[in-house]
């Protein structure tokens, strides 16, 4: 069995993140790694259609080993999902698996349409609005609704799906974007039920995408633990990282190569901390996404935060992650505020930013290099 992982999206709602979407870390892996491990033993060769930052996804590609052929095929000018499988199409046969490169699912989920053959992944979901929408007919689908203001169910389509090459017969029109979408060639398929698909959309779907990961972690200590630290639960610790004395980490948490953590500072559980991190006196961190070679000063708190890399975190940072008012938390990417549906969302960091001594983050906040040192983000 083959799969198409579909990677070559720019990724612009992940703004003020800049990675490559398969690229960005989520339980110490890129998406793209833990795609790739949780198909081993399912597929036999994995074909990666990329485009935007195709230089980083292939270097990193080269520098790993997984347990099946990895064929890397360009898609050259972003035309839509379906012009994206038209450039696998010269390497596929009978029939293959089509997935996102940065949404996750679980191994189980992607066994079953395996065994359902030609097939749709579906998952219900509370906000319909959101995604594409499957209009069915005992089991079998007969038409996907994008993004409707009545939608037909509360099934959304996962992006995952079984085909086979009687898929490329379809005539497929351009949409109301101007892109050829994989989802206009689909009628047909039977219809099976997720049972955990993650999106990633937005940065803060990083968080959900990072806990879910998490459940599964197993303890792996491989750097140097000092007396006087607390390790509690499942907690990874890469090679070359120093826990110093009084660090008191409660797991499910990931932390990265040749970091430094401590002393007397504690890590809550749901934490993920790339490589080259430093987390200092006092600092106290809740179910986080960090990326690699952050410096996190003395006396700060951040909870359920996203941060890029190369960031420097001044001393007494405080990113609140609760409204007063306990409602559900706005973000405004790119000048757009939305609702994240997160009752508890702290800050957005984009890579390269410092912020100054005693800065004040109120919830949902984005900070970007332009965003002042030491100021209150309001």
Same mark, same amino acid.
């Given at each position: 069995m083959q799969a198409v992982i579909l990677a070559a999206g720019k990724g612009t709602r992940m703004a003020p993140l800049e990675t490559p979407k398969p690229l960005l870390k989520v339980a110490g892996k890129p998406f793209l790694q833990h795609t790739l491990e949780r198909l081993e033993g399912l597929a036999t060769e994995a074909v990666i259609v990329v485009g935007h930052g195709q230089e980083l996804v292939r270097a990193f590609l080269e520098s790993q080993r997984f347990r099946l052929k990895i064929t890397v095929v360009e898609q050259a000018v972003p035309k839509g999902t379906w012009?994206?499988?038209?450039?696998?199409r010269?390497?596929?046969? =009978?029939?293959? @698996? %089509?997935?996102?490169?940065? /949404?996750? #699912?679980?191994?189980?989920?992607i066994a079953a349409c395996l065994r359902a053959g030609p097939s749709i992944?579906?998952?219900?979901?509370?906000?319909?609005?959101?995604?594409?929408?499957?209009?069915?007919?005992?089991?079998? &689908?007969?038409?996907?609704? =994008?993004?409707?203001?009545?939608?037909? *169910?509360? @099934?959304?389509?996962?992006? @995952?799906c079984v085909l086979d090459q009687q898929v490329f017969n379809q005539q497929v029109r351009p949409s109301r974007r101007g892109e050829l979408e994989l989802v206009d060639a689909l009628a047909g398929l039977r219809v099976v039920r997720a049972t955990g698909w993650v999106p990633v959309g #937005?940065?803060?779907d990083l968080l959900l995408a990072n806990e879910w990961l998490l459940r599964s972690l197993r303890r792996r200590v491989e750097g140097k633990v000092e007396? $006087?630290?607390?390790l509690l639960s499942q907690v990874v610790v890469g090679k070359g990282t120093l826990i110093r004395a009084g660090a008191y980490i409660e797991g499910p948490v990931v932390v990265g190569r040749?970091?430094?953590? +401590?002393?007397?500072?504690?890590?809550?559980? $749901?934490?993920?901390?790339?490589?080259?991190?430093?987390? $200092?006196?006092? %600092?106290?961190?809740? !179910?986080?996404?960090? $990326? /690699?070679? %952050? *410096?996190? +000063?003395? &006396? *700060? #708190?951040?909870?359920?935060? %996203?941060?890029?890399? !190369?960031?420097?975190i001044g001393a007494g940072t405080i990113a609140a992650n609760l409204r007063h008012d306990g409602k559900?938390?706005?973000?405004?990417?790119? +000048?757009?505020?939305l609702e994240t549906g997160r009752r508890k969302l702290g800050c957005i960091i984009a890579s390269g930013v410092h912020t100054g001594i005693h800065t004040s983050i109120y919830p949902g906040r984005i900070l970007t290099q332009d965003t002042l040192p030491g100021q209150t983000v309001r």
């Open positions: 012009d994206a499988l038209q450039a696998a010269p390497h596929l046969r =009978e029939r293959f @698996l %089509v997935m996102n490169g940065d /949404d996750l #699912y679980p191994r189980a989920d992944l579906v998952q219900e979901v509370a906000d319909p609005s959101r995604f594409g929408v499957i209009e069915e007919r005992g089991g079998v &689908l007969q038409r996907i609704h =994008e993004k409707p203001l009545r939608a037909p *169910s509360s @099934l959304a389509n996962t992006g @995952l #937005y940065p803060w007396r $006087g630290a607390t040749d970091c430094i953590i +401590g002393p007397n500072c504690y890590i809550r559980p $749901g934490t993920s901390i790339g490589d080259g991190c430093k987390v $200092g006196n006092a %600092v106290e961190l809740k !179910n986080c996404v960090i $990326g /690699d070679h %952050v *410096s996190i +000063g003395h &006396l *700060s #708190y951040l909870g359920d935060s %996203v941060l890029g890399d !190369n960031i420097n559900p938390i706005q973000a405004r990417p790119q +000048g757009r505020l």
